[in-house]
């Protein structure tokens, strides 16, 4: 069968993440991978066995000859990369956030729609085995009736540690704590818990960093099904504790928690009920091999990009989609608004 020509746009993550993940479908074929420089990018292509590399995006985007693109650019350049490729008849596998407005998100959603050309957003963290195990205990009613969940994200940034400004630590890039972390957490909040109806933002920036963006955030969260909810998030925690999502039921409780510097390896999922009081480890997501030098962030971007290749293939849509995206984007704006107005905004998803 004809294989499916990708090409990557961006050698950083595009290199050392979408590109072998990708890669790890036989159905995909990586012809070309473009960056900012044509140094990089042949850099790149020549780590990569990539055939050809590029100089920025467009070409790449309107090649006549690649039938999907892979981007992995900044929230503020993406919209217009996207736009360009779904122009030229490819498939868009994107990046989070998928803009910086929800303008720009819903001209996406809305064209990418038009077009039935397959579009997915890259939501990593339902891939993972132990986040699935998670929904489904919630969705059996392993806990009983939901009452209400906490969730904790501390840790620091690459940028922050080394002190680099760049997209990362500017809001209005795409950056921020809010749009780098939040965008994660606000989607895979809705895919356990249903549809947030309402919620109340605070912002901060921490004095002693770089970052023009936040870096500490605070949320408080209405879910449709009545069940509330607190969020803390924070990209400038050094030995931050980590990624702990902690779910309280009628009838019992589940923790979610990393704890391991890796920030999506080490998940470990533990219960306890009313009739057995004691946390009990009941799920693992494995650690990484040593000195393997793959990404992990490699294996659950691979399943999202098998997805999106049945899509493209088959024309079997899935999610997240631009569509999942958009509604993220609503929800950054609207914690943005309650962090402008200092009060309660409510952002109930829009029917069908």
Not at 314 to 332: C, K
Request: hydrophobic share 40%; aromatic share 8%; glycine share 8%.
């Amino acid at each position: 069968m004809k294989k499916i020509r990708v090409g990557i746009i961006g050698a950083g993550f595009g290199r050392y993440c979408l590109s072998p993940a990708f890669r790890s479908d036989p159905r995909c074929e990586i012809v070309a991978i473009g960056a900012t420089s044509p140094e990089r990018a042949k850099a790149a292509a020549a780590r990569e066995g990539i055939p050809s590399a590029y100089a920025g995006w467009k070409e790449i985007a309107c090649h006549p000859e690649i039938d999907a693109v892979a981007i992995a650019a900044p929230p503020h350049l993406q919209p217009e990369i996207a736009m360009a490729a779904l122009a030229s008849k490819k498939a868009v596998f994107a990046e989070k956030p998928l803009a910086t407005t929800v303008q720009d998100a819903e001209a996406l959603h809305q064209t990418a729609r038009s077009s039935k050309l397959a579009n997915v957003v890259d939501f990593i963290f339902p891939e993972l085995a132990t986040w699935q195990q998670t929904r489904e205990l919630v969705r059996q009613g392993a806990i009983g009736k939901l009452r209400h969940i906490n969730l904790d994200w501390r840790m620091e940034s690459y940028d922050n540690q080394k002190g680099l400004r760049g997209w990362k630590t500017r809001a209005d890039l795409g950056g921020g704590a809010l749009q780098h972390f939040g965008s994660h957490t606000l989607y895979y909040l809705e895919w356990l818990f249903g549809p947030i109806v309402g919620l109340f933002a605070k912002l901060f920036c921490s004095p002693d960093t770089l970052q023009d963006g936040d870096t500490f955030v605070v949320l408080a969260i209405r879910f449709a099904n009545g069940v509330s909810g607190s969020v803390t998030l924070s990209n400038a925690a050094p030995f931050g504790s980590g990624h702990r999502l902690e779910i309280y039921g009628s009838e019992g409780s589940l923790r979610l928690m990393n704890t391991e510097q890796d920030a999506v390896q080490g998940f470990r999922l533990w219960a306890a009920t009313r009739a057995n009081s004691n946390f009990r480890e009941i799920a693992a997501e494995p650690l990484p091999k040593p000195a393997t030098g793959v990404d992990s962030r490699v294996r659950p971007v691979s399943r999202l990009a098998a997805r999106f290749l049945d899509w493209v293939e088959r024309n079997v849509p899935t999610t997240p989609s631009f569509q999942e995206g958009l509604r993220v984007q609503q929800l950054i704006a609207a914690a943005q608004q309650s962090e402008m107005s200092g009060g309660w905004v409510d952002c109930p998803p829009e029917q069908g």
